[in-house]
């Protein structure tokens, strides 16, 4: 068994495909519209057979109260880059490009060697090792 995808709503359907095409090790697939619902989506693939981010937009869909990831539902997911050296490259990078870091890279309680960024329409994203 896996995960075979996370969807998330979001505002700015572009935005956030660039978003993830230009920093991670992905491509996406065609826009589907379904204009009678007024729906469009990507789907975001991060390799071959593995877990997929379907990025949803729907105008109507009704704003997050409060901060992102401290209400019932999806808290975070994490992308894993391959290694510490990767989280410090890639953290760098998202911070010179003005992304807001939420956590500096550190290991976790947990054991997680992570740091944590806020992607565009500010969802905690976990890159780790």
Do not use: C
């Not at 991670?24 to 975001?44: L, P």
């Not at 379907?54 to 109507?60: A, F, V």
């Not at 010179?96 to 500010?122: A, F």
């Amino acid at each position: 068994m896996k995960i075979e995808h996370l969807a998330i709503w979001v505002d700015d359907l572009e935005l956030m495909k660039s978003f993830y095409l230009k920093y991670f090790d992905t491509t996406s697939g065609g826009k589907y519209t379904n204009e009678k619902n007024q729906y469009t989506a990507y789907f975001i693939y991060f390799g071959e057979d593995k877990t997929r981010l379907e990025l949803m937009h729907k105008p109507n869909i009704a704003p997050v109260v409060g901060q992102r990831g401290f209400a019932k539902g999806i808290a975070h997911f994490t992308i894993s880059v391959g290694g510490k050296e990767k989280v410090h490259t890639l953290t760098e990078r998202l911070r010179k490009d003005g992304y807001t870091l939420y956590s500096e890279p550190r290991t976790t309680g947990d054991g997680y060697y992570e740091s944590v960024v806020l992607d565009p329409e500010g969802n905690y994203l976990e890159i780790s090792a």
